[in-house]
């Protein structure tokens, strides 16, 4: 079986201030990780997924995140955020070989001017 | 174009009602999904259909029935509506199973 943690339940943040958000995840096998975002009332849009290969991925609108295998953990950091960086952030995981993605419980990110 | 839609936007209904939802892609994916978000913005998925096939059947109420008439398509049924039902449902396609999965906006369904 899989999960995922997302330790903050909500960050509040200052425009142009960077933001990370951590996601932990636990898993006997290998496994792939995505960061999605919702912004209010709407569907979930992917931000960036790692497969394999560099563990630093970036995504889009200027995040990336960190893949750390020896800490199972897969944080999504942004440098500058934006008022419209305002939204939910979920961290996902399935396994390798499998078909269930397993959602974190999210990270309600609010961008203050 | 719409690349996940689904139908209805909103849905307000009494307890014990029969209601469905439908979805649609044309992304030509293979795979689909069916996933409730309760109020505290929890996501959990609850079905999926690989060509028409059932693959995941999380332990969902057998009130809820999905149907895939074909692989574009995948509908869910709720019998005998009750309050806990209320939630946001998305809808979801990818073309593998471990791909990226493409949200639908969601449907609000409200149970009085």
């Known amino acids: 079986a899989q999960s995922v943690t997302q330790l903050d339940s909500q960050v509040p943040v200052f425009e142009e201030a960077p933001v990370e958000l951590r996601c932990n995840y636990s898993?006997?096998?290998?496994?792939?990780l995505f960061w999605y975002v919702q912004y209010p009332n709407q569907g979930l849009q992917l931000l960036l997924k790692?497969?394999?290969?560099?563990?630093l991925v970036k995504g889009i609108n200027g995040f990336e995140a960190e893949f750390n295998k020896s800490q199972t953990s897969f944080h999504l950091r942004k440098p500058s955020v934006h008022i419209s960086d305002t939204a939910e952030y979920f961290c996902a995981v399935t396994q390798a070989a499998g078909n269930k993605l397993t959602f974190g419980g999210g990270t309600r990110v609010l961008v203050k001017p | 174009d719409t690349a996940v839609s689904q139908t209805p936007k909103y849905l307000v209904t009494q307890m014990g009602n029969d209601k469905s939802i439908k979805c649609e892609q044309n992304?030509?994916?293979?795979?689909m999904y069916w996933y409730k978000q309760d109020s505290k913005k929890f996501l959990k998925i609850m079905f999926s259909?690989?060509?028409?096939?059932?693959?995941i059947n999380e332990t969902v109420p057998n009130r809820f029935s999905p149907k895939s008439p074909d692989k574009a398509h995948l509908n869910l049924h709720i019998n005998s509506l009750e309050l806990g039902d209320s939630a946001v449902y998305f809808c979801a396609s990818s073309q593998e199973s471990v791909d990226t999965q493409y949200f639908g906006p969601g449907t609000r369904l409200t149970v009085l």
């Open positions: 898993s006997s096998v290998s496994v792939y």
């Open positions: 790692y497969l394999s290969g560099s563990t």
């Open positions: 259909y690989n060509n028409k096939e059932l693959i």
């Open positions: 992304l030509g994916h293979d795979t």
